[in-house]
């Protein structure tokens, strides 16, 4: 015979209905089940008409996002001369950085800007801008100060996230600056 000593101490309610130990006010039998939930909108649609309604597939931007970054860094490479735009030094392959003065995570919409983006080498971009932020960010003001003005202006707009199609024309326009 099980004694109410074995039992844990979460498990000494008595179900309400039998007397039975249980967790709860009710042992697993007696337990009383949440009623289904009904639609508050009338279902008098048909299969013929559910058939009509056009299926809107959602577009994934992900690809053309990804796409579009590196053709607008591949043109500021190619605007800066692959010349780091703090030391000087001319920088290729993996030392060529093209990187955001307003960070993405702060304004993605000034993610695909030109003007948001400036080459520098591994050192100064990793060592310097990043670790040393005022300091950087008063040598851009004033080295690029119309870039500055540009940037402030576009991020005060708050604009919107572009559209799948202002993707696809935006990478059509770079990829003509490329060639």
């Known amino acids: 015979m099980i004694t109410l000593s074995t039992y844990p101490i979460a498990m000494s309610k008595a179900c309400i209905t039998c007397g039975k130990r249980a967790y709860s006010d009710y042992c697993a039998a007696h337990k009383p089940r949440k009623p289904l939930k009904r639609s508050p909108i009338k279902q008098t649609a048909t299969k013929a008409t559910k058939a009509k309604a056009p299926v809107k597939k959602a577009k994934n931007k992900k690809p053309l996002m990804k796409k579009l970054e590196k053709l607008v860094?591949?043109?500021?490479?190619?605007?800066?001369?692959?010349?780091?735009?703090?030391?000087?030094?001319?920088?290729?392959?993996?030392?060529?950085?093209?990187?955001?003065v307003i960070p993405?995570?702060?304004?993605?919409?000034?993610?695909?800007?030109?003007?948001?983006?400036?080459?520098?080498?591994?050192?100064d971009h990793i060592n310097w801008w990043h670790k040393h932020p005022v300091e950087a960010g008063k040598w851009?003001?004033?080295t690029f100060p119309e870039r500055w003005e540009y940037l402030q202006a576009l991020h005060i707009q708050r604009l919107k996230p572009l559209t799948y199609d202002e993707l696809q024309s935006k990478i059509e326009h770079y990829k003509g600056l490329l060639k």
């Open 73 to 100: 860094k591949d043109y500021v490479k190619r605007r800066d001369e692959y010349t780091c735009q703090k030391c000087g030094k001319v920088v290729e392959g993996s030392n060529c950085h093209a990187s955001h």
């Open 140 to 142: 851009y003001t004033d």
């Open 104 to 123: 993405v995570s702060r304004s993605g919409y000034l993610q695909f800007d030109p003007m948001n983006m400036k080459v520098m080498c591994y050192h």
